[in-house]
């Protein structure tokens, strides 16, 4: 995949208003599937189509503790570029 290909699916990954809540949830902490489904209120298979979508995206990535899968972001610079594009539709 070359660098556009790869820049439309970070974008596309972000696209979705839920995945962008998740994104904002893992600022600074990890989360397993259970923490984020209780706190984003979907069913966790829908909580886990999201987050397989964001990592295959290369926005978060995992680590297994015990038995359970912990994600995380995987460039701190993400918040600042989300907040970019937040402040960019305020502004518009």
Same mark, same amino acid.
């Given at each position: 995949?070359?660098?556009?290909? +790869?820049?439309? %699916?970070?974008? #596309?990954?972000? %696209?979705?208003?839920?995945?962008?809540?998740?994104?904002?949830?893992?600022?600074?902490?990890?989360?397993?599937?259970?923490?984020?489904?209780? !706190? &984003?209120?979907?069913?966790? %298979? /829908?909580?886990? +189509?999201?987050?397989?979508?964001?990592? #295959? %995206?290369? &926005?978060? /990535?995992?680590? #297994?503790?015990?038995? !359970?899968?912990?994600?995380?972001?995987?460039?701190?610079?993400?918040?600042?570029?989300?907040?970019?594009?937040?402040?960019?539709? &305020?502004?518009?």
């Amino acid at each position: 995949m070359d660098g556009i290909q +790869q820049e439309a %699916a970070f974008f #596309k990954a972000l %696209a979705n208003p839920k995945r962008l809540e998740m994104v904002a949830l893992l600022q600074g902490k990890d989360l397993c599937v259970g923490e984020t489904t209780r !706190k &984003i209120r979907l069913p966790q %298979a /829908n909580v886990s +189509q999201h987050l397989m979508v964001l990592r #295959k %995206a290369k &926005i978060v /990535n995992t680590k #297994k503790i015990g038995q !359970k899968m912990y994600y995380h972001i995987v460039c701190p610079r993400l918040i600042q570029i989300t907040a970019t594009m937040v402040q960019h539709i &305020i502004d518009r």
